[in-house]
């Protein structure tokens, strides 16, 4: 916690900030096995960073749907369960314990991997935990070969994985599971099967951080971004800390729901941009394909709205 706080709450100069964080940094990886360094940060970010908030933002929906839906960017489709109503379903809260149960299947599986690495075959650990701190420089260099890894990774694997001929069994997991929401709404960003959830969320955010074999603290700051990303793009809300990058995300990952994932498989929208796989954003300023794409929109958001409602009768029966 202190290693989060010191350079917040500290009125001191810089060089004494780093000094004590050196301090604290170093009595944490002496006083501790680098493997308990590694899980209890990794557990520390993705509490603080993903999860409390996404649980806020999950309870603020279902408990107050009426404040919730007017930050909404697509209005009741974008609640938990499709429509303005004060109650709790089984069926929400088993897409909020699944997300939730995703997120501490990739910590474990991270844990299991860096435990067999270093005790079972004697190598060095997947990621550095080391007294010697990274430069500015290489926690930037690092952070951006990172990022543009994980878009890579992410688009492919969520195309051609996720839906493609080419796995059958991974794409109607994913369909059946993931595809099955009507929109996203908080705590979905770890929603899935658990195999596909792996493919396309775990792997593509831990293998650049091991494949570059990260310091700890740069893998800190790095799972950092992606949570709060993640918290933000997953919300389905309009109202964001900065309108158009994480609302931009937002968007895009609301319009791979609702057009039935024809499209936006990249987190960033990126490579969809480069590969011509954007929907549901207009692509020219030519208007008759403005008012096309609108339609679309349309057409798919009344879809979503459709498979809410009836969800929501089947349930009832
Ligand atoms: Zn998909």
Redesign the pocket.
């Given at each position: 916690m202190s290693i989060f706080l010191i350079p917040v709450l500290s009125s001191y100069s810089t060089s004494l900030n780093l000094l004590f964080f050196y301090m604290t940094w170093s009595t944490l990886v002496l006083s501790h096995s680098r493997l308990r360094v590694e899980m209890f940060g990794t557990i520390t970010v993705r509490l603080i960073f993903y999860a409390l908030p996404s649980i806020v933002f999950f309870l603020f929906d279902i408990l107050t749907p009426s404040a919730a839906v007017l930050i909404k960017a697509h209005g009741a489709t974008g609640l938990p369960g499709g429509r303005r109503r004060r109650k709790i379903h089984m069926k929400e809260l088993k897409i909020a314990g699944w997300g939730l149960f995703n997120l501490f299947l990739g910590i474990a599986v991270q844990g299991v991997l860096e435990m067999v690495l270093v005790r079972t075959l004697g190598k060095r650990s997947a990621l550095k935990v080391s007294l010697k701190l990274p430069t500015p420089f290489e926690i930037c260099k690092d952070l951006s070969m990172a990022m543009l890894g994980r878009e890579l990774l992410s688009y492919f694997l969520?195309r051609y994985a996720?839906?493609s001929t080419l796995s059958p069994v991974l794409s109607r997991w994913?369909q059946t599971w993931?595809?099955s929401l009507s929109a996203p709404f908080p705590l979905t960003a770890h929603f899935d099967h658990p195999i596909p959830y792996l493919v396309t969320k775990f792997i593509p955010t831990y293998a650049p951080a091991i494949i570059f074999r990260f310091h700890m603290l740069t893998y800190i700051l790095y799972l950092l971004f992606v949570s709060v990303e993640e918290t933000f793009a997953y919300s389905g809300y309009n109202v964001m800390p900065t309108t158009l990058f994480l609302g931009g995300m937002a968007r895009r990952t609301d319009m791979?729901l609702l057009m039935g994932?024809s499209g936006n498989?990249g987190p960033w929208g990126v490579l969809d941009w480069i590969l011509g796989t954007t929907v549901g954003e207009p692509l020219s300023d030519d208007e008759t394909s403005d008012e096309a794409d609108e339609r679309e929109v349309r057409r798919a958001y009344e879809v979503a709205k459709r498979k809410a409602v009836g969800s929501g009768k089947t349930k009832r029966r």
């Open positions: 969520h996720l839906h994913h993931y595809h791979h994932g498989y």
